[in-house]
């Protein structure tokens, strides 16, 4: 029987594929195929911009932006005589051309997929899919061997936790496993708060139980007996499925007491949090389980000597969990051989920002910005020019063309100043407002504060009062050294990692366009006119054909002017809203 796959993550059931799958069984039922065909309603498959996404299989003809009301369409023409529908399939942004196959989309095929190699490919509520493609015997290895081997075999691997620090997996496996304890936790954060980031939601939608094998590994070897899933409440379809997956591994003797006959127990439990970025910092995490609000407590001592209601824990993150199964079953010199010398495996990154293609995207460690977003995602949108990359996350930093040939690992981001952090890549063009940008990303770190330290209460205030005032043409250049001063003082004394990061924006922007920010204090001028206090719509009487379209979509009246003659804007009136910008089909409107 031929499978025919269509994506249920999130993006892909906000853009209709429910209405589709039902629809489809429709058709299939009226046309008496139903024992031709089998849909299976999968995860995500990353593209989320040309959802809803739907895979013909052995064929692997790739369907996109596919709605209920073009199921007859495929049906007929596909299904029942061979020829596949043209108009569905993918058309490449560089070459034009329609793309036929999965494989031979370029998003795709430059991509190496451990983590997400099951995701849009089974069913994430089916642990006999998940059974069918190698699922848990990475755990059935691992039950073989002793606990110090289980976490040799990690160290060997070089896998650092995906969620922002990069500190070695197995080393904090060590930790954990020698620290006394009566009793010991796992924990698996899935408290994913970076705008625009979606890399752990995809993988507990699209690959539930290979985070739950990965928690289970880990708890074998560090000699814990229960866990815990924090996910944030706001993930609902990740919460469902995680929930469904916990269920079937009970069912099937994955968890509980005396799994497979090994003695060994495990009870999982899932904890939803409320939303709050400060929860992704892991004693923040610990103290919301507990039941506390959730804030940041001074390390030593760390998690691995007392974490949970004073337990020793381990605490690591979606992705981190996700690749464990992998090493267990291909071995440690498998894992290593991908990836730079420092930073092995694969990371996943959610690409967004002004992208001709936006998703997820996972690939090898080295490979260098250029491929990711001229490769992968398809270059700039509207072929404008690349200007920036804020990579890490609001606590990461931005990038600029000059190191689109930087390969991509935890050490050269570093030196960057930037980071890798939880995989957030925000692309940015030549439209966009560094100051600003800065100002957007510390806007939302300041509200996110817990408010405990004063450094990051207060300075990340401050900091924001002063971008504002430049924004608004009213810096100095004092304003300047203040936030280079303010930065480096918070990243000194913040008591978490919150407010350690959280100046990096402002720094690195400070680094990379500190002429961006002179123009807006000096010159009063925004280089991108991005910043609407400081730009003026004018129009220019060269290119004006004067065919009135700007006054009559003006919605404050501030442009006049004679039918095919040049027309001016009233600088008093005009309110700044970017409509005679937009609709101008000759250029004519600029801001200045």
Not at 463 to 476: A, F, H, S, Y
Not at 521 to 543: F, M, N, Q, S, T
Request: charged share 25%.
């Amino acid at each position: 029987m031929k499978r025919i796959l269509i994506c249920t993550g999130t993006g892909c059931v906000s853009s209709g594929s429910r209405k589709l799958t039902a629809k489809l069984t429709e058709e299939l039922e009226k046309r008496g195929l139903v024992h031709d065909y089998s849909i299976v309603t999968t995860g995500c498959h990353g593209f989320c911009e040309q959802g809803p996404i739907m895979i013909v299989e052995p064929e692997g003809v790739f369907y996109c932006r596919v709605d209920a009301e073009d199921v007859e369409e495929v049906v007929e023409s596909h299904l029942v005589n061979g020829q596949i529908v043209e108009r569905l399939l993918y058309t490449d942004p560089g070459s034009k051309e329609k793309i036929k196959h999965y494989n031979d989309i370029t998003f795709y095929n430059k991509q190496k997929r451990i983590v997400l190699q099951r995701c849009g490919h089974i069913n994430p509520e089916s642990i006999d899919d998940y059974l069918g493609t190698n699922g848990y015997e990475g755990f059935k290895r691992a039950l073989t061997m002793k606990p110090m081997e289980i976490i040799e075999e990690v160290k060997q691997s070089g896998l650092r936790g995906r969620g922002g620090a990069g500190f070695p997996t197995g080393l904090k496996w060590e930790f954990a496993y020698k620290a006394e304890g009566d009793k010991k936790y796992v924990v698996c954060n899935a408290d994913e708060g970076d705008p625009g980031a979606f890399m752990d939601r995809s993988i507990l939608e699209g690959d539930p139980h290979a985070v739950i094998e990965g928690m289970l590994i880990a708890a074998y070897a560090i000699g814990a007996d229960e866990g815990y899933v924090y996910v944030r409440a706001e993930y609902p379809l990740a919460t469902k499925r995680l929930a469904i997956a916990i269920e079937q591994a009970e069912e099937r003797g994955f968890l509980g007491d005396n799994i497979l006959g090994s003695g060994f127990n495990f009870h999982l439990k899932i904890k939803a949090g409320a939303g709050a970025f400060v929860c992704g910092e892991e004693t923040a995490l610990l103290a919301s389980i507990e039941g506390k609000r959730g804030m940041p407590r001074v390390r030593p001592p760390f998690p691995a000597q007392k974490g949970l209601w004073g337990k020793p824990t381990n605490i690591n993150n979606v992705e981190t969990f996700a690749n464990v199964p992998h090493i267990l079953r291909n071995g440690a010199q498998w894992y290593s051989s991908i990836g730079t010398e420092k930073s092995k495996g694969t990371k996943v990154f959610a690409l967004t920002g002004k992208l001709k293609n936006t998703g997820l995207a996972e690939v090898p460690m080295g490979i260098t910005m250029r491929e990711i977003i001229f490769d992968i995602g398809g270059g700039i949108q509207g072929d404008k020019e690349f200007k920036a990359v804020q990579i890490g996350g609001p606590s990461g930093g931005c990038l600029t063309k000059d190191h689109l040939d930087l390969p991509i690992d935890y050490d050269s981001l570093t030196q960057a100043g930037a980071m890798m952090g939880s995989g957030g890549l925000v692309v940015m063009d030549e439209t966009t407002c560094m100051v600003d940008v800065a100002r957007f990303f510390l806007r939302f770190t300041q509200a996110e504060s817990c408010g405990k330290c004063t450094p990051c209460r207060e300075g990340t205030k401050r900091m924001l009062e002063i971008l504002t005032r430049i924004v608004e043409g009213k810096g100095t250049e004092e304003d300047l050294e203040k936030l280079e001063k303010l930065g480096k003082i918070i990243k000194a004394t913040s008591l978490c990692g919150l407010g350690q990061t959280a100046p990096n924006p402002v720094l690195t922007t400070l680094r990379y366009f500190r002429h961006e920010y002179e123009a807006h204090i000096k010159e009063k001028r925004c280089p991108a006119g991005a910043c609407k206090d400081l730009i003026l719509y004018r129009i220019d009487p060269e290119k004006c054909t004067g065919c009135g379209r700007c006054a009559k979509k003006c919605p404050s009246g501030a442009i006049s002017g004679q039918l095919k003659e040049v027309h001016v804007i009233d600088v008093d009136k005009c309110t700044k809203c970017n409509t005679c910008y937009e609709v101008c089909r000759f250029g004519a409107v600029y801001k200045g």
